[in-house]
């Protein structure tokens, strides 16, 4: 049966959406030695220093694998593809052919003490074998980037008219393959506002005795609801007070309920607003002494509370017999993953009463 305000979360829903990445497959870091001897234009007393630049620095990928029905070799990602070419289909990466030149500025002093230059290109290969190979969807899809190039260069003039250079490359080989997979879009901030995020709002799902959703302590679904539906008792009712069969509590012992929320609608900053209807049922001969808490908490990815929960206490007090709405309010704190809201049933010593509770929500606000 329909009870009141028994809305249920309705929220805005992330997006699968298909897109097109580069992967990364690995990091390899490698280095190549080029060592060569120059011959300066004249003879030179010294040298004086040597300037380096590595030039059209490239990777080519080395493939192998059994050729599938239907798929060709594969060559280089930078080949030549023509119309009708059999398309290639998975392969082993097992190595990979560096290439590239290293332009020099080479700096001496002549017999006259001049500073004079020269310069010079030195290409240079090396084939990095990959140990294990790694397996690629599409050789046609791979690529690699050349990440963190640095050269060392050590130098000695045996003879005024030579010049021993010994240069040491290093880098790392980003290696990607562009992949289509889907991802899940987060939901935007200004979609969340104003949505209520809390399951069984009303307490109308239960079996037997234990709620939907809700954590329960001592509590009793399935008691009169404010607008005919139904409610929970947290304490109550005693047993004997209802007819047989009916859920019963103990308004001498602590009591909550507590739900947690959603972690896709946490986001630091936003506010989140925890209402709820209460009303307080007291037993003939019974004395009402007790205190509820609203709470709601948030928490870090170790489970830790961040801050402090923001807690609302009432006092029998400011609860009676007519139904009344009461609210707390936290603000996401940063670093929020998780959350929980809860009411707490704590009675005093000789309490006889216990507080009945509908309606439940939790708004996001700006």
């Not at 490239?58 to 029905?69: K, L, T, Y």
């Not at 289509?180 to 307490?203: E, K, R, W, Y």
Request: proline share 9%; hydrophobic share 40%.
């Amino acid at each position: 049966m329909p009870n009141g305000n028994n809305q249920n979360a309705i929220l805005p829903t992330a997006r699968c959406v298909l897109v097109k990445l580069p992967i990364v497959l690995a990091d390899v870091r490698d280095s190549v030695t080029v060592d060569n001897v120059s011959c300066p234009p004249e003879p030179a007393k010294k040298i004086d220093h040597i300037d380096v630049v590595v030039r059209d620095l490239e990777a080519d990928p080395v493939f192998s694998g059994p050729v599938m029905s239907g798929h060709a070799p594969c060559n280089s990602p930078k080949a030549t593809v023509h119309f009708g070419d059999p398309v290639c289909g998975p392969r082993e990466l097992r190595s990979i052919t560096v290439h590239g030149t290293l332009h020099k500025q080479v700096y001496y002093v002549n017999k006259e003490d001049d500073v004079r230059h020269f310069g010079e290109d030195v290409p240079f290969t090396k084939s990095i074998k990959l140990s294990p190979p790694l397996p690629v969807s599409n050789p046609g899809n791979i690529d690699i980037e050349f990440r963190d190039v640095d050269v060392d260069v050590d130098f000695e003039l045996p003879r005024p008219t030579r010049v021993q250079q010994v240069a040491n490359i290093t880098f790392t080989l980003k290696i990607t393959e562009d992949q289509q997979i889907f991802i899940q879009t987060c939901i935007p901030d200004q979609d969340l506002v104003g949505s209520q995020v809390l399951a069984n709002t009303g307490f109308e799902a239960f079996a037997g005795c234990v709620l939907a959703v809700w954590q329960q302590s001592n509590a009793a679904p399935g008691q009169q609801g404010r607008n005919g539906g139904f409610a929970v008792g947290l304490g109550g009712p005693p047993a004997g007070f209802l007819p047989p069969g009916s859920c019963t509590a103990n308004p001498s012992q602590p009591a909550s309920i507590s739900q947690t929320i959603p972690a896709d609608v946490i986001r630091p900053g936003l506010r989140y607003e925890f209402c709820f209807y209460i009303s307080e049922a007291v037993p003939p001969g019974s004395v009402a002494d007790y205190t509820v808490e609203a709470r709601v908490a948030f928490f870090d990815a170790a489970g830790n509370t961040i801050n402090s929960a923001a807690v609302q206490t009432f006092t029998e007090e400011q609860i009676n017999g007519t139904w009344v709405q009461k609210c707390v309010t936290a603000t996401a704190p940063a670093g929020a993953v998780s959350g929980l809201v809860s009411l707490v049933f704590t009675p005093e010593a000789g309490n006889g009463a216990y507080v009945l509770v509908d309606d439940a929500t939790l708004t996001i606000r700006a």
